[in-house]
């Protein structure tokens, strides 16, 4: 699943998009009117295609309208009423070639008003230009780089929910090894020939490799899947401009720092937070009975969540330097600043600094618990009972 899952989950995106293009057809629809004001000014597109007949062959045609090739029947009239429009079909027209027919006649009928009223379309339109804010970043050598606050907040919501999601998928994983060890009482075994300490430590690190192959694989393979993606899909104009700019704006980023962050709190928030569910893992006995420890501790990764939208919206801010400091919300706190920049490089030390004591002194706590639990059965655990567990001295 490590590799198929990727592969499942483009397909499910890729496929219907595929099938979608590949059932597109351009639909006839031929236009009946005195005249050609709206007729001449209708364009062909790659949903619609137009075609007039005369006005004698309306009768005939709607008598046979199953049998012609054409999908509708379009009849534009010379009454002034709002039915001046009528449609004829041999079923239901589908909504989107109805809203494109719809728009090209309200935008023709519209520049006939402005006309009529002598308003100067021109002139009209350049009241109603779209202005585009260049965003340029100036560092402290006076260098200039553009910037694009939709790529920033995009890096930075993705990579801290990863991080969240990370953390939540391999800690519980660990959890749940450690209460099928307990359960299964094969720790007793395994015990005998290493120390408890070094069995959470093993169980940690070796779950943690397992997630970071998971991670690279992920990369290359959603690398290889997106490049497949624009070679087969992106061929238009308009398209490669997206692209393209996308690229533009992701040039602009130190990728290689935030990648190198990106390690380095998904490892050490994995490794803060993996040492409190193996410390769970091994108060209980079943996984029904974790709710009442895992909801306390997870309480700061589901707050630092919630907070991401108003870090966005002020990342240099006081609340956003602390939640970037504190250890149990760093992780994603602090990839949610880093691309936007800004972030001094003594908050970045404070932070890596405060997180890796944190997760010392957690696993050092985490281990008086785990030895202690990891040989007891039968007798639920509570917060008082695990604070004498830590009391315990070596």
Request: proline residues 3%; negative net charge.
């Amino acid at each position: 699943m490590t590799i198929l899952g990727p592969i499942l989950m483009a397909a499910l995106f890729i496929v219907p998009t595929y099938l979608s293009i590949q059932g597109l057809e351009t639909q006839q629809i031929v236009v009946s009117e005195k005249g050609n004001f709206f007729s001449e000014k209708l364009e062909d597109n790659e949903l619609v295609q137009f075609s007039k007949i005369p006005e004698m062959e309306i009768e005939r045609l709607k008598k046979n309208f199953g049998s012609s090739p054409y999908y509708a029947l379009l009849i534009i009239s010379d009454s002034n009423s709002q039915n001046r429009f009528t449609i004829y079909s041999a079923q239901h027209i589908s909504l989107s070639v109805k809203n494109n027919i719809e728009s090209q006649i309200s935008k023709i009928n519209e520049r006939k008003k402005l006309e009529e009223a002598d308003i100067d379309i021109e002139i009209l339109n350049s009241l109603f230009s779209e202005i585009e804010i260049m965003s340029v970043i100036i560092d402290e050598q006076g260098d200039e780089s553009k910037g694009s606050s939709e790529m920033n907040s995009a890096i930075g919501f993705i990579t801290a929910f990863l991080i969240y999601l990370f953390i939540f998928m391999y800690g519980s994983m660990v959890m749940r090894g450690v209460i099928e060890e307990k359960t299964s009482r094969i720790v007793e075994v395994i015990i005998s020939s290493v120390r408890p300490f070094q069995l959470m430590m093993g169980k940690i690190v070796g779950v943690a490799l397992v997630g970071l192959t998971q991670f690279v694989l992920w990369i290359l393979l959603t690398y290889s899947i997106a490049s497949l993606f624009e070679v087969v899909f992106m061929n238009s104009n308009n398209q490669s401009e997206i692209i393209t700019g996308i690229l533009s704006s992701v040039g602009q980023i130190n990728l290689s720092s935030i990648v190198i962050s990106f390690l380095f709190y998904f490892i050490g928030g994995y490794l803060l937070y993996s040492s409190l569910f193996a410390a769970i893992g091994s108060a209980v006995d079943t996984e029904s009975d974790t709710q009442q420890f895992v909801l306390p501790i997870t309480i700061p990764l589901i707050l630092s969540l919630v907070m991401i939208e108003p870090i966005m919206n002020n990342p240099d801010g006081t609340l956003a330097i602390w939640l970037s400091i504190i250890p149990f919300s760093s992780p994603i706190i602090m990839m949610v600043r880093l691309p936007f920049g800004g972030v001094e490089n003594w908050e970045i030390i404070i932070s890596a600094t405060v997180l890796i004591c944190t997760f010392l002194s957690t696993t050092y706590i985490a281990s008086k618990i785990y030895r202690v639990g990891i040989l007891m059965y039968g007798k639920k655990s509570s917060f008082k009972e695990l604070i004498k567990w830590i009391s315990y001295k070596d």
